[in-house]
């Protein structure tokens, strides 16, 4: 995977551009694109969490399947991922390092804490390991 460019880019020109609606995306201050799953006023109280916000997306377009606009990409995506935020107590344990420990341990307490408010607002909330899932996604494919 890559680009090579052919002649010199200049600062802040524009290489690609594509529909905003051709991308999955969230950015701040757009409108809930899901109404139908999550409130406005939840989506708004989400600012500044992108990553939970993008998982959100990923996990609708997921349970779309072959409806989805953007089926061809949701079908590329890994079904697991083994980052620590899916590392089992003992796993954990086993990265022997103190920092790496505490960090995927207070990962693992805040986004549960996340998703145990999203359980309790939203209709047909997704899944622990859903919402672990589109977290892995969003962190590994989001930049």
Same mark, same amino acid.
């Given at each position: 995977?890559?680009?090579?460019?052919?002649?010199?880019?200049?600062?802040?020109?524009?290489?690609?551009?594509?529909? @905003?609606? %051709?991308?999955? !995306?969230?950015?701040?201050?757009?409108?809930?694109?899901?109404?139908?799953?999550? #409130?406005? +006023?939840?989506?708004?109280?989400?600012?500044?969490?992108?990553?939970?916000?993008?998982?959100?997306?990923?996990?609708?377009?997921?349970?779309?399947?072959?409806?989805? @606009?953007? %089926?061809?990409? !949701?079908?590329?995506?890994?079904?697991?991922?083994?980052?620590?935020?899916?590392? #089992?107590? +003992?796993?954990?344990?086993?990265?022997?390092?103190?920092?790496?420990?505490?960090?995927?341990?207070?990962?693992?307490?805040?986004?549960?804490?996340?998703?145990?408010?999203?359980?309790?607002?939203?209709?047909?909330?997704?899944?622990?390991?859903?919402?672990?899932?589109?977290?892995?996604?969003?962190?590994?494919?989001?930049?």
């Amino acid at each position: 995977r890559g680009a090579l460019a052919l002649k010199d880019i200049k600062e802040d020109e524009v290489i690609v551009a594509a529909p @905003k609606d %051709a991308v999955l !995306m969230t950015q701040e201050g757009d409108a809930n694109p899901l109404p139908e799953w999550i #409130s406005n +006023e939840c989506w708004e109280d989400l600012k500044g969490f992108w990553n939970v916000k993008m998982a959100i997306r990923l996990i609708w377009e997921r349970r779309l399947g072959d409806k989805s @606009k953007f %089926a061809a990409y !949701m079908k590329v995506l890994p079904e697991e991922y083994s980052t620590t935020l899916f590392f #089992s107590k +003992e796993e954990v344990a086993e990265l022997q390092c103190p920092l790496l420990i505490e960090n995927a341990k207070d990962d693992q307490q805040y986004f549960v804490w996340v998703w145990d408010r999203l359980v309790t607002i939203m209709p047909d909330p997704p899944t622990k390991e859903e919402f672990f899932w589109g977290l892995a996604c969003a962190g590994s494919r989001t930049f």
